[in-house]
């Protein structure tokens, strides 16, 4: 009998903030898998020697409350003292059964410092701070008790999270995986076009990506964009045998998590009007592009140019952003920088925005142009082929370089209420979200299918295109949405 585990190493690095991209998508993975029950799954981490460790109960139930959210985070309380968020950080970190990752440092250090853009001698000193506490803290844990290892039961089929396969990639343990593996892929952006990121990380995510063609069953991927990339550089790396390759598009999930918090659907009417971005802050985001914009707009349009909010984290390589905000400084006042909201803070905002703008250069799905149709909100994207995918072919698409067509399009949504309106109404008609539980469920039914058809035959080689009609129900399908699993691959998962 096989039985399924999924990997909760990401959301416990991360630790109890707000998730956004790769970190939104696995917690959202990992919260449909806690209240699964059509079959048992187990749950594990991956340590740093690279073995995997069973959860026990008590850090289960802290599993549940970091997933959903019920967990003191490291944001807010606005006028407080240095002191009290230090206590308020070193609380959460003394109540997580792991360490959190440099991702929680930087945000906590942030909290603390109340730098923003991560930078100066007060942020670095907390960064500090924080870390030579988590050092103490892991000096004076008591020894874990071996739970079991499912990464070396061979009938185990084993979800591994992005932040497991990096651990395993670097350290390359002696003792090889005996289970099955699968894993998500999010983009191959490092490996098309490093130039958006740094050589570091491109190092790193070409060895992880490496690993996982030569170790992963299945590689589920978020697009379809993503899987024919995916299965051009599986072939252009001359593998003697290739991981299947199959699509699990994720939605958004943003709305559906504040909806059981009980948040107002109603718009609220702000003192002045603005257009949304989300997105983390760097190169290959352009927000350079949309400064430009609205630089050009500004003479032209007056009062009737809303502000542009800018919410997302603080990346890299964002030197010419910040530039160009120092060369016309009169763009302070119609530009705006919002940094570690909470999910109802983030959802307000989508609720109340006039529009949304996503002119990234290139994505793997494109989460935050998802959230807009979510909420209802128009969003203009750039020609990324996975937003017209995550926005399932409904908005206006752009050049990502093209200035002339930007400022054209921002204009008419600023001055054509009318144009907007159908806009909304064609979110509110034509657009189907794809919920957390059909995002799990799907591919919950790829790992059915592949497993099926392995243990019927374990010598086959087989397409993933083959795999088709073995995963797929017989209802159509709108352009970019995941499809759901057939009752047939759920039965097989069951019996597995």
Same mark, same amino acid.
């Given at each position: 009998?096989?039985?399924?585990?999924?990997?909760?190493?990401?959301?416990?690095?991360?630790?109890?903030?707000?998730?956004?991209?790769?970190?939104?998508?696995?917690?959202?993975?990992?919260?449909?898998?806690? #209240?699964?029950?059509?079959?048992?799954?187990?749950?594990?981490?991956?340590?740093?020697?690279?073995?995997?460790? #069973?959860?026990?109960?008590?850090?289960?139930?802290?599993?549940?409350?970091?997933?959903?959210?019920?967990?003191?985070?490291?944001?807010? /309380?606005?006028?407080?003292?240095?002191?009290?968020?230090?206590?308020?950080?070193?609380?959460?970190?003394?109540?997580?059964?792991?360490?959190?990752?440099?991702?929680?440092?930087?945000?906590?250090?942030?909290?603390?410092?109340?730098?923003?853009?991560?930078?100066?001698?007060?942020?670095?000193?907390?960064?500090?701070?924080?870390?030579?506490?988590?050092?103490?803290?892991?000096?004076?844990?008591?020894?874990?008790?071996?739970? &079991?290892?499912?990464?070396?039961?061979?009938?185990?089929?084993?979800?591994?999270?992005? +932040?497991?396969?990096?651990?395993?990639?670097?350290?390359?343990?002696?003792?090889?995986?005996?289970?099955?593996?699968?894993?998500?892929?999010?983009?191959?952006?490092?490996?098309?076009?490093?130039?958006?990121?740094?050589?570091?990380?491109?190092?790193?995510?070409?060895?992880?990506?490496?690993?996982?063609?030569?170790?992963?069953?299945?590689?589920?991927?978020?697009?379809?964009?993503?899987?024919?990339?995916?299965?051009?550089? +599986?072939?252009?790396?001359?593998?003697?045998?290739?991981?299947?390759?199959?699509?699990?598009?994720?939605?958004?999930?943003?709305?559906?998590?504040?909806?059981?918090?009980?948040?107002?659907?109603?718009?609220?009417? #702000?003192?002045?009007?603005?257009?949304?971005?989300?997105?983390?802050?760097?190169?290959?985001?352009?927000?350079?592009?949309?400064?430009?914009?609205?630089?050009?707009?500004?003479?032209?349009?007056?009062?009737?140019?809303?502000?542009?909010?800018?919410?997302?984290?603080?990346?890299?390589?964002?030197?010419?952003?910040?530039?160009?905000?120092?060369?016309?400084?009169?763009?302070?006042?119609?530009?705006?920088?919002?940094?570690?909201?909470? /999910?109802?803070?983030?959802?307000?905002?989508?609720?109340?925005?006039?529009?949304?703008?996503?002119?990234?250069?290139?994505? &793997?799905?494109?989460?935050?142009?998802?959230?807009?149709?979510?909420?209802?909100?128009?969003?203009?994207?750039? /020609?990324?082929?996975?937003?017209?995918?995550?926005?399932?072919?409904?908005?206006?698409?752009?050049?990502?370089?093209?200035?002339?067509?930007?400022?054209?399009?921002?204009?008419?949504?600023?001055? /054509?209420?009318?144009?907007?309106?159908?806009?909304?109404?064609?979110?509110?008609?034509?657009?189907?979200?794809?919920?957390?539980?059909?995002?799990?469920?799907?591919?919950?039914?790829?790992?059915?299918?592949?497993?099926?058809?392995?243990?019927?035959?374990?010598?086959?080689?087989?397409?993933?295109?083959?795999?088709?009609?073995?995963?797929? &129900?017989?209802?159509?399908?709108?352009?970019?949405?995941?499809?759901?699993?057939?009752?047939?691959?759920?039965?097989?998962?069951?019996? +597995?």
């Amino acid at each position: 009998m096989k039985t399924l585990y999924i990997d909760a190493s990401l959301p416990f690095r991360w630790g109890p903030h707000p998730p956004v991209g790769i970190p939104r998508v696995e917690t959202a993975l990992i919260r449909q898998a806690l #209240r699964w029950k059509a079959s048992p799954v187990g749950f594990f981490i991956v340590d740093k020697w690279g073995q995997g460790q #069973r959860l026990d109960e008590a850090e289960l139930r802290y599993l549940r409350r970091l997933v959903n959210g019920d967990l003191p985070q490291p944001i807010g /309380d606005e006028g407080s003292s240095y002191l009290a968020r230090l206590w308020k950080v070193l609380s959460i970190m003394r109540e997580a059964p792991f360490a959190c990752g440099r991702e929680f440092d930087r945000v906590a250090a942030g909290f603390l410092s109340g730098c923003e853009k991560r930078r100066g001698v007060k942020f670095q000193l907390s960064k500090t701070a924080i870390r030579l506490f988590k050092i103490v803290k892991s000096a004076l844990r008591p020894s874990r008790l071996d739970t &079991g290892d499912p990464l070396q039961d061979e009938n185990a089929l084993c979800f591994l999270s992005s +932040a497991s396969v990096h651990e395993l990639a670097a350290r390359k343990p002696m003792a090889k995986a005996r289970c099955g593996i699968f894993t998500l892929m999010h983009d191959l952006i490092p490996i098309d076009f490093p130039q958006y990121v740094g050589p570091h990380h491109a190092r790193g995510f070409v060895r992880n990506t490496a690993w996982q063609l030569e170790n992963a069953r299945l590689l589920v991927c978020v697009s379809k964009y993503t899987a024919d990339r995916v299965k051009c550089h +599986a072939k252009a790396s001359g593998l003697r045998l290739m991981p299947q390759v199959a699509v699990a598009s994720p939605g958004a999930f943003l709305r559906e998590g504040v909806a059981d918090r009980g948040m107002s659907t109603e718009r609220r009417k #702000r003192e002045r009007k603005f257009v949304l971005y989300c997105s983390t802050i760097e190169i290959r985001k352009n927000h350079i592009l949309l400064l430009k914009v609205w630089h050009r707009l500004l003479p032209l349009l007056g009062e009737r140019l809303p502000t542009l909010t800018l919410c997302g984290r603080w990346g890299w390589m964002y030197e010419e952003l910040t530039a160009f905000m120092a060369e016309h400084p009169e763009l302070n006042d119609h530009v705006q920088f919002r940094s570690n909201l909470s /999910d109802r803070e983030l959802a307000e905002l989508y609720r109340d925005a006039e529009f949304s703008v996503y002119p990234s250069a290139v994505e &793997g799905w494109g989460l935050g142009a998802a959230e807009c149709l979510d909420f209802g909100l128009p969003v203009l994207i750039s /020609d990324a082929p996975s937003l017209t995918e995550a926005t399932q072919g409904l908005m206006p698409t752009l050049p990502a370089n093209d200035v002339e067509a930007w400022c054209a399009a921002v204009t008419r949504a600023c001055t /054509d209420p009318v144009w907007l309106a159908e806009l909304r109404h064609t979110i509110a008609t034509r657009y189907r979200p794809i919920r957390e539980r059909e995002f799990f469920a799907t591919m919950v039914g790829h790992v059915a299918a592949i497993d099926a058809v392995a243990e019927a035959n374990p010598a086959a080689e087989i397409a993933s295109d083959d795999l088709a009609p073995r995963i797929y &129900g017989p209802h159509p399908v709108v352009a970019g949405q995941a499809r759901q699993p057939s009752v047939l691959a759920a039965d097989v998962f069951r019996r +597995a």
